[in-house]
């Protein structure tokens, strides 16, 4: 499995935008960048999934690095809602044929009013 | 989108006593599902894969015979754990996937 390295604890002000990041050197060419998020006392819920090209949708952005070895997720305007645990995981994501993800210890979001 | 409903969402049980939890795709066939283990202020943690018909793959360290995985239909998966200990007390997460992962609520067990 591809580790990652993801800063322990992030902070930001409401409206304003973050950037989180996610090293992950070892990541093999097949493997995607997923991102999640938890809440607390909840299960993990997907933010966004990329492979090579930045990726949007309506919760986030994905920016790749272009040798793959890094990946940031931004969120263009913070909200209260938006503090939770972050985790970046490379994972395989072929047609229905979907590996194990496995967790790393994530990015602790703080968001303040 | 897709929903994984994970049941119950809490359960308290006695020491030596086995607790069922159940983790169902309900608008999708989950041809894999996932269950991970989760202690405070801590990551989740992997215990077994387990596909459609067959055996569960367990992670290294997890007992088979303590955590049995039952993936009997494409909707349904289940985790039993047996003679529960106070140490078996966690959150309890299952995964289903198809086109993606989608993740269950999690269980809170708590052994006493």
């Known amino acids: 499995d591809a580790k990652t390295t993801q800063p322990n604890s992030m902070e930001s002000n409401e409206e304003e935008p973050v950037h989180l990041p996610c090293n992950h050197s070892?990541?093999?060419?097949?493997?995607?960048i997923h991102w999640y998020r938890q809440l607390p006392s909840q299960g993990p819920e997907y933010v966004i999934h990329?492979?090579?090209s930045n990726v949007n949708n309506r919760m986030a952005s994905l920016a790749i690095a272009e040798d793959r070895k890094s990946s940031t997720l931004i969120l263009h305007r913070a909200t209260l809602r938006d503090a939770a645990v972050y985790y970046c995981?490379?994972?395989?994501?072929?047609?229905?044929?979907?590996?194990?993800?496995?967790f790393g210890q994530g990015t602790i979001l703080t968001v303040h009013p | 989108g897709a929903v994984v409903s994970q049941h119950p969402s809490w359960v308290i049980c006695k020491s030596g006593t086995s607790v069922k939890i159940e983790c169902r795709s309900l608008?999708?066939?989950?041809?894999?599902m996932f269950w991970y283990r989760q202690f405070p202020k801590q990551s989740l943690m992997l215990m077994a894969t387990?596909?459609?018909?067959?055996?569960?793959?367990?992670e290294q360290g997890v007992e088979k015979d303590k955590f049995l995985i039952n993936h009997a239909s494409l909707t349904l998966s289940t985790l039993t754990v047996t003679s529960a200990h106070p140490e078996d007390s966690s959150f309890y997460i299952c995964?289903?996937?198809?086109?993606?992962?989608?993740f269950g609520s999690g269980t809170r067990l708590t052994v006493v």
């Open positions: 995981i490379p994972g395989y994501a072929g047609g229905t044929s979907y590996g194990k993800l496995t």
């Open positions: 608008d999708f066939q989950a041809t894999t």
């Open positions: 387990s596909n459609e018909g067959s055996k569960a793959t367990y």
């Open positions: 995964s289903a996937s198809q086109y993606g992962y989608t």
């Open positions: 070892t990541i093999s060419g097949t493997d995607y």
């Open positions: 990329g492979l090579t």
